[in-house]
T-cell receptor, first 117, second 114 residues
């Protein structure tokens, strides 16, 4: 199994809603990532978890709340989002050997397309 | 901080023609360099990467990229493209010794025409 599975694939929510994005991998990876990709733009890193601990938060607004309940799961809780938060949210995982390791490779999910009305 | 510039937002090419996708980077420290490909409605996949050693790196599907330190470039090439190569290609960098952090360029949409 070399997949990163993200659910749901599409999500439409209002600005007062609370929703969650889910990401799952069963490759034994110990690093998991959330990226945000707006239309026709490159992915931008939001959060990194290493061994289930938050290691990087790229100054993301608190209306985005990540959670890593175990080494296979990564959630992104959403609350009081703005229309400009509409984007493709990508999850990724890696073995966490460090990018200097030739065998280190990020595996990306196909993303959740989020629309905030 | 690092930044990546992909000079071409779109590159249309005929099938079996050669292609070069350009990537330049800026960084105050040494970096690792990557090319990722994103097919429609999919996540990103690693195509190839440069960590150290030989400046020419190759992928299993015929792409290659050459690291040029003096020109701070990491251009991607393929001598003969196929329809299936149609995708968005992202160049990315990560600082050596730094955290697991990739900075992506704006992307180049490669369109292969029959």
């Amino acid at each position: 199994d070399t997949e990163v599975t993200q659910t749901p694939k599409h999500l439409v929510m209002g600005m007062t809603n609370k929703k969650s994005l889910k990401c799952e991998q069963h490759m034994g990876h110990r690093a998991m990532y959330w990226y945000k990709q707006k239309a026709k733009k490159p992915p931008e890193l939001m959060f990194v978890y290493s061994y289930e601990k938050l290691s990087i938060n790229e100054s993301v607004p608190s209306r985005f709340s990540p959670e890593c309940p175990n080494s296979s799961l990564l959630n992104l809780h959403l609350h009081a989002l703005q229309p400009e938060d509409s984007a493709l949210y990508l999850c990724a995982s890696s073995q966490d050997r460090g990018l200097s390791n030739m065998k280190e490779k990020l595996f990306f999910g196909s993303g959740t397309q989020l629309s905030v009305l | 901080a690092q930044s990546v510039t992909q000079l071409d937002s779109q590159v249309p090419v005929f099938e079996e023609a050669p292609v070069e996708l350009r990537c330049n980077y800026s960084s105050s420290v040494s970096v690792y360099l990557f090319w990722y490909v994103q097919y429609p409605n999919q996540g990103l996949q690693l195509l190839l990467k440069y960590l150290s050693g030989s400046t020419l790196v190759e992928s299993i599907n015929g792409f290659e990229a050459e690291f040029n330190k003096s020109q701070t470039s990491f251009h991607l090439r393929k001598p003969s493209v196929h329809i299936s190569d149609t995708a968005e290609y992202f160049c990315a960098v990560s600082p050596r010794g730094g955290a697991q952090k990739l900075v992506f360029g704006q992307g180049t949409r490669l369109t292969i025409n029959p």
